[in-house]
């Protein structure tokens, strides 16, 4: 594809919930990053894949909290029992090299968590 | 908590006017700095980068300036247009590729 893509682009879930979250990444790209924004904040790191290994999970708040790339393309954030305080928008982004690429973002997804 | 300050926080200016945002950070060790625009609702757009030894760097009405020593940078925006509101991120970059953002500023340009 042209870009980033993300799906869904606005989630709605009941406190408790299970909500994943999925981004497909531009073609080639080997790093991928997972943000969490707040509003009127500036992206929060969350986690990091180099290919399908997840090499940084720093930034993630809690164990409710699990990213996976299995086949070193597409990712999906998950977020179990989610609470009040997810919501958020969160960002995927996606490089050639961690250290050198520009980043490329994704629309991202507005969670709301009722 | 932040290593990544901004200022203004938000900024109003009427179209045509020229505008200077403002970034101060604290992460090291400093590898590149990115100004990044963000419209509502979208990802943030990559406008220019900067590495330890740059001053400056322009991207059409986009100027962006580094002092490394005093730890600052500055993006300038001439002769504005409505398109330019948005939320103006600044980015701070270590050597192992760990990713700093400031909370951004928000530009509005009204006619």
């Known amino acids: 594809g042209a870009g980033v893509s993300q799906s869904p682009r606005y989630k709605v879930a009941k406190r408790g919930q299970d909500v994943a979250l999925r981004c497909d990444p531009i073609?080639?790209?080997?790093?991928l990053f997972w943000y969490q924004q707040a509003l009127g904040q500036g992206p929060e790191f969350l986690t990091y894949?180099?290919?399908?290994?997840?090499?940084?999970k720093s930034g993630l708040p809690s164990d409710r909290f699990f990213a996976e790339r299995p086949e070193g393309s597409v990712s999906t954030l998950k977020i179990q029992r989610t609470q009040q305080e997810d919501s958020a928008v969160y960002l995927c982004?996606?490089?050639?090299?961690?250290?050198?690429?520009?980043?490329?973002f994704g629309p991202g997804t507005r969670l709301t968590v009722l | 908590k932040n290593q990544v300050e901004q200022s203004p926080q938000s900024l109003i200016i009427l179209e045509g006017k020229n505008c200077t945002l403002q970034?101060?950070?604290?992460?090291?060790?400093?590898?590149?700095l990115r100004w990044y625009k963000q419209d509502t609702g979208r990802g943030p757009v990559s406008l220019t980068i900067?590495?330890?030894?740059?001053n400056t760097k322009s991207n059409g009405r986009y100027t962006a300036t580094l002092d490394a020593d005093t730890k600052q940078s500055s993006l300038h925006i001439t002769a504005s247009q409505l398109s330019d509101s948005a939320s103006y991120i600044c980015?701070?970059?270590?050597?192992?590729?760990?990713?700093?953002f400031g909370d951004g500023t928000t530009l509005t340009v009204k006619p």
């Open positions: 982004a996606s490089s050639l090299a961690r250290t050198s690429g520009d980043q490329f």
């Open positions: 073609s080639g790209h080997v790093s």
């Open positions: 894949f180099q290919n399908e290994a997840q090499l940084d």
């Open positions: 970034c101060n950070y604290t992460v090291s060790p400093f590898s590149n």
């Open positions: 900067m590495t330890f030894s740059e």
């Open positions: 980015v701070v970059n270590t050597n192992a590729g760990k990713s700093t």
